[in-house]
């Protein structure tokens, strides 16, 4: 059998722009189409067991992603609904991909993503439904002697959903995004 162990470091953005999803907002027991724009950076580390035409590639990655969503002002009073927040999370995808040609790879696999904290004005948001997520990724690599370049798309599983108590007596306000639909570029160097 033909094993060959590579490792290395990775780094890259995260992005999606204005994806039109729908969102339910507790305080107007409504769902209402809105925009959602996520943008951000990761940096991990990375093993990849070569076998023949076919790789195993577990990561491990920091990101921080600020997440911005715009809301229509005629349909809700937005300023008691978080809209713009930022989170940090260890992302864990562990690829099966496939040698299609000599330098280009296509590949998917699962993505265990672990929610660090969420930043919303300077202070923590601990109420996240889920901290612990799984989700799926898949793309195409491009490897040119010690870099690859690749470009994947994720989405979650499940929806991710944060409460946020506006005042005291209060309503608690709500958002569910979609699945979570992100894109990603990375950079990869071999050891």
């Not at 969503?69 to 809700?76: A, E, G, K, M």
């Amino acid at each position: 059998m033909d094993l060959k162990l590579e490792y290395g470091l990775k780094a890259g953005i995260n992005f999606n722009s204005q994806l039109n999803i729908t969102a339910d907002i507790k305080s107007i027991d409504n769902k209402i189409n809105i925009f959602e724009s996520r943008n951000g950076q990761h940096i991990g580390v990375f093993l990849k067991l070569n076998i023949k035409d076919f790789y195993l590639r577990p990561e491990i990655n920091y990101s921080k992603i600020k997440n911005s969503y715009d809301i229509p002002y005629v349909l809700v009073r937005t300023k008691d609904i978080v809209t713009d927040f930022e989170q940090s999370k260890i992302d864990i995808p562990v690829m099966i991909g496939y040698k299609a040609f000599k330098n280009l790879s296509i590949f998917a696999g699962p993505r265990f993503e672990f929610v660090r904290n969420v930043e919303f004005d300077n202070f923590n948001i601990e109420d996240l439904r889920n901290d612990y997520r799984i989700g799926l990724q898949y793309g195409l690599g491009i490897k040119f002697s010690k870099f690859e370049i690749d470009l994947r798309a994720e989405r979650g599983f499940e929806k991710n959903e944060i409460n946020y108590m506006s005042n005291s007596a209060g309503l608690k306000n709500q958002f569910i995004t979609s699945q979570g639909k992100l894109y990603l570029i990375a950079v990869s160097f071999y050891l």
